[in-house]
């Protein structure tokens, strides 16, 4: 089990953009250096300080009248709801994993401002994609009325740093059917409990029952090394059971009631 974190500070604002940086993490670090010179140095004005350091005034002047890069903010607001620096064991990477889950399964995260939506599945308000915001902290509506497709839960608080951790720890982001896609990496070393979490908030969305039976099946049009990947993921949570064949993963009964999900 790695004892690396699972958020980085590094990865996170590197999923934001600046006009004057390349790499983002450079902008944060300088944005770090200037206030602590400018804590050290209190008598010192934006000119000494653009000196001292060799950086352009203009760029430290608005840092020192409170202004931040918004990778500064969104590093701010991560640590704030307990996302940065996580571990398997915390409940904030529970709901993250969660939520992970379901940006796979039953969601997305929109290309411009990573922000996250969720399908509600076919327990409606009881989904427990509403758990999880919860247990993440975040404040969410539900959006209805979407001309026959599945209402949405949309978080209405730190909604895009929400989604750029998300996207941090694997979660696709943008139209999933136009992506080579990859599980998340850290299930590869993920506590068991983690794989299972992960594992049942993905079946709870994309499960499909048949009358008479009590397998399961998941059809999805993804990459074929993607469904070996979760049929994988599923068998061994399962312990056995789990089968891909040319379109679809099927799940026996034994496996289904292992994973969790017995209607």
């Not at 895009?160 to 720890?169: D, I």
């Not at 061994?236 to 292992?258: F, K, N, P, Q, Y």
Request: aromatic share 8%; proline share 5%; hydrophobic share 40%.
């Amino acid at each position: 089990m790695t004892d690396s974190p699972l958020v980085t500070e590094r990865a996170l604002a590197r999923t934001y953009d600046s006009r004057a940086y390349a790499d983002t993490w450079d902008a944060v670090d300088d944005y770090r250096r200037v206030r602590d010179y400018a804590h050290r140095n209190p008598s010192k004005g934006s000119s000494a300080i653009a000196s001292a350091l060799d950086l352009p005034r203009g760029r430290i002047r608005p840092w020192l009248d409170e202004s931040k890069p918004d990778a500064v903010h969104g590093l701010e607001t991560a640590r704030e709801y307990g996302w940065l620096d996580c571990e398997f064991g915390d409940p904030a990477f529970t709901a993250l994993n969660t939520l992970v889950a379901n940006v796979f399964s039953g969601g997305s995260l929109a290309e411009q401002y990573y922000q996250p939506s969720f399908a509600l599945n076919r327990r409606g308000e009881d989904s427990h994609v509403l758990d999880a915001l919860e247990l993440a902290g975040v404040d969410y509506r539900v959006v209805d009325d979407r001309d026959g497709r599945a209402d949405e839960v949309r978080p209405t608080d730190a909604a895009s740093v929400l989604g750029r951790v998300l996207s941090v720890l694997g979660a696709p982001v943008g139209p999933k059917a136009d992506q080579h896609l990859s599980l998340p990496a850290y299930l590869d070393e993920a506590p068991t409990e983690v794989r299972e979490t992960f594992a049942y908030a993905y079946l709870e969305n994309r499960a499909i029952e048949h009358d008479g039976k009590a397998t399961l099946t998941i059809r999805e049009e993804r990459n074929r090394d993607y469904l070996e990947a979760l049929a994988g993921l599923l068998a061994s949570v399962a312990g056995g059971g789990v089968e891909l064949g040319e379109r679809d993963i099927v799940i026996s009964a034994d496996a289904a009631t292992a994973l969790g999900t017995v209607r």
